[in-house]
Structures are given as structure tokens and as C-alpha cells.
């Protein structure tokens, strides 16, 4: 491996825990952001020439301090901030510094768009460059982004701690929240050419399973985690040669990835362990592993994914979920009484720029012999999806009903 190659490999497997040992120190999120960049930054410059150190991840921490060092010398700071850099050892952070850092990048005073790129910029070590491509964002909105959430996080003070017990649930909700965001983009992206982008799905995963590792005692994380390895499982037959989607029946369940199952089904059952009250992540990841386990489409457990639907209107009520209900409800009922429930979900208007509901419509229409209203239908989701594979997808489909 090149020494290029190494410092980012360093730095994408150390940057979350080097951010957060500077933040302790200069109390700071977006100053120690700033400093570890330029310490990233010298050792492109440096390692080529002069090799790569014995402790790397120690180089990077020692040269964002005397970085650290020499601004607030500079700029004549000579208060708490310059006595802490002087008097302390460099030390890598803690497991609870780092978990205060994905609590500091997830805080509710940002937007949910800004939680999801400073997580991924500060916990994952994306650059703007990657952070841009995945979501499809010119990199310059991306820093612009970025610089804002660090602006709004010292101008609302945001302390660099774990939250309070009474608020670990509600702030670990948003964590969990932006972590499944950018899974979720990257499993299904709601933009551009591509419909799945393994690289984001997996960035996701590696920042799930570090906060199960900081978090054990919470189902939630775990259930989370299961959720995002048991759907990522299927990204090999996800779609044919050309691109295309291709639909969960039609998949070949021998090319899922057995180990990603595993581990998934691990996670879950380790939430479930903790004998906590279950939410909504370990219940989709029961979903999940009802399809997981059965060899062949026809052997899905549709009652029991219908009955774990149920649940899961009641812990998290959406028009997606009740949309997802139905898929259950048309292998359980029937045609005709999951065209029942979708016209329930009719009137509500999230759903109604939504193209998976014309999707799933379509398929009930055309299931009863309603072949016109059906490509009606698939022609108007063609119309609202949001990649050109889905797209081409709807429209094949919408041309056969009528064939």
C-alpha cells in the first residue's frame, strides 16, 4: 500500500476518535475539526517523503495539537483553552469522547441534512468531495453545509458531553435517525442514475456497529444495526447487469450474503436479550430476518411480518409503514383487501408525490384484472420516481398491463 493510500486509510479508521480527543481539549467541535484536518492534510504532504510513522494515528494527534498550539498563540488566546493544550498529554479519546461526538453531530438544533454530513464528515471521515457524490450535492454546498452546522453548534453553545439520562432517549433517537438517513440513500438512493450506493450503506454500518460498541446495554442500536445488515445482505441481486431493480421475489436468495445474515440475525438477537421494550428498528429488523430466513419467496412467513407491521404502526405510525402493511396484507388477505388498505392511506398527502404507492396500486390493479387502470397508474409512479432505473422500471411494467 502507497503512503497516500495508508493516510487515508488512517485517517478514515482514526478521524472520528482524533476529533473527539481535540474537541476535549479546546472545547470546540468545529475548531478541533480544523485541526484535525490540517494534521490529515501534513501528512499527505509528509509521509510520502518521510515515511509512515510507527504510531500513525499518534502522529496525527500530536501534529493537531501543535497546530492547535500555534493558532491560539497567534491569535493571543491565553486563557483556559491555551493552559488545557499546554498542560495535557496527547491521549486518544475515550469511548465516551467519541460517543459525545456523534451526539454533538446528530444535536436537534441542525438540520437533519446537516446532522447527516457532519456525521459522516466528523464520526466517518468523508471528505466534502464524497459526502457531495453520495448525496448527489455539489461538494461546495456540502462545505457550506458543513460550516454552517459548526457555526450554529458554537453559537447555541452546544456542550461537548453525553446527554442527560432523561434526554438519552429522545437525543439517541436523532442518532439513530441520521444514521439510518444516509443507510436508507444509499440501499435505495432517492436521486441520480444510480439506485444503490454501497459505499454511503456501508459507511452507515461501520457507524452503527462503532455505536453499538459504545452503546451495549441499548436494543435500540442493535436493532438498528440488524436492520442495516440484513437489508444490505440482498445488495447483490438488488439489480440485474443493466442496472435495473430488481423486485424481492425475483431475487436469487442464493447470491445473499450469508455472514452479513448472520451477523444480522446476531444483532437481533442481542437486542431482544436485553429485555428492553422493543422499537422500531429492532421490530423492521424483524421484518427483515422473517425474510432472511426463508429460503424461497414462497416460504415468507407473511402472517407473521403482517402481525409485526401491526406492531409497528403503533410504536411508529406512517403512511410508508401502512404503505409497506399492505405488501403483507395482499399475501396474507389478498388483492382485494390490500387495495382496501391502500385506499385508506389514499387521502393522506405524503403519499401523494410518493411513486411507491402508484407502484404497489398498479400491482394490486393489475393482480384483479384491471389492466387499464393499472398502467394508468404505473405510468403515473414512472412519472415521480426518482431514478432513471425505477423509472424505466414502472414503465415496462405499465406497457405490459396493457399488452
Known amino acids: 500500500m502507497d503512503a497516500r493510500r495508508t493516510v487515508e486509510a488512517v485517517w478514515r479508521i482514526h478521524s472520528g476518535r482524533l476529533v473527539a480527543s481535540l474537541t476535549r481539549l479546546v472545547n470546540d467541535v468545529g475548531l478541533a475539526e480544523d485541526f484535525a484536518q490540517d494534521a490529515y492534510l501534513a501528512a499527505l504532504e509528509q509521509w510520502p517523503v518521510s515515511g509512515i510513522p510507527d504510531e500513525p494515528a499518534g502522529w496525527l494527534l500530536t501534529t493537531a495539537r501543535r497546530r492547535a498550539i500555534d493558532m491560539i498563540r497567534r491569535e493571543g488566546v491565553r486563557e483556559t483553552k491555551y493552559a488545557l493544550l499546554g498542560e495535557e498529554e496527547s491521549s486518544p479519546a475515550t469511548d465516551q469522547d467519541l460517543l459525545s461526538l456523534v451526539f454533538v453531530a446528530c444535536h436537534p438544533v441542525l438540520s437533519q441534512e446537516s446532522r447527516a454530513a457532519l456525521t459522516l464528515r466528523m464520526v466517518g471521515g468523508l471528505s ?56 436508507t440513500e444509499g440501499y435505495a438512493a432517492t436521486s441520480g442514475d444510480r439506485w444503490i450506493r454501497r459505499d454511503l450503506a456501508e459507511q452507515a454500518m461501520r457507524l452503527g456497529r462503532i455505536l453499538a460498541a459504545l452503546m451495549p446495554a441499548e436494543p435500540e442500536v442493535y436493532g438498528l444495526v440488524a436492520l442495516m445488515e440484513l437489508q444490505a445482505s440482498r445488495f447483490a441481486t438488488r439489480t440485474g447487469r443493466d442496472g435495473q431493480p430488481v423486485l424481492l421475489e425475483d431475487q436469487d436468495r ?34 427483515a430476518a422473517c425474510h432472511a430466513r426463508a429460503p424461497r419467496f414462497a416460504d415468507t412467513d407473511w402472517s407473521a411480518i403482517l402481525a409485526l407491521y401491526d406492531a409497528l404502526s403503533q410504536l411508529a405510525p406512517s403512511p410508508v409503514v401502512g404503505l409497506n402493511r399492505t405488501v403483507a396484507v395482499l399475501h396474507v388477505d389478498g388483492p382485494q383487501a390490500a387495495l382496501d388498505a391502500l385506499e385508506e392511506l389514499a387521502g393522506d398527502p405524503r403519499l401523494g408525490r410518493y411513486h411507491l404507492f402508484g407502484a404497489i396500486r398498479g400491482d394490486l390493479l393489475l393482480r384483479l384484472g384491471r389492466r387499464g387502470e393499472a398502467a394508468e397508474e404505473l ?6 420516481a426518482p431514478t432513471r432505473h425505477e423509472r424505466d422500471l414502472l414503465m415496462a411494467r405499465a406497457a405490459a398491463a396493457t399488452d
Open 128 to 183: 466534502t468531495d464524497e459526502i457531495g457524490r453520495a448525496f448527489l450535492v455539489p461538494s461546495a454546498t456540502i462545505g457550506q453545509r458543513i460550516s454552517r452546522a459548526k457555526r450554529t453548534l458554537a453559537e447555541a453553545e452546544v456542550p461537548f458531553a453525553l446527554p442527560d439520562p432523561d434526554e438519552l432517549p429522545a437525543r439517541l433517537h436523532a442518532v439513530l435517525e441520521v444514521l439510518y438517513l444516509i443507510f
Open 254 to 287: 442464493s447470491r445473499w450474503d450469508r455472514t452479513l445474515i448472520a451477523h444480522g440475525l446476531a444483532a437481533l438477537a442481542r437486542a431482544r436479550r436485553l429485555r428492553k421494550p422493543l422499537g422500531p428498528y429492532t421490530v423492521q429488523a424483524a421484518i
Open 379 to 384: 405510468e403515473r409512479a414512472a412519472s415521480l
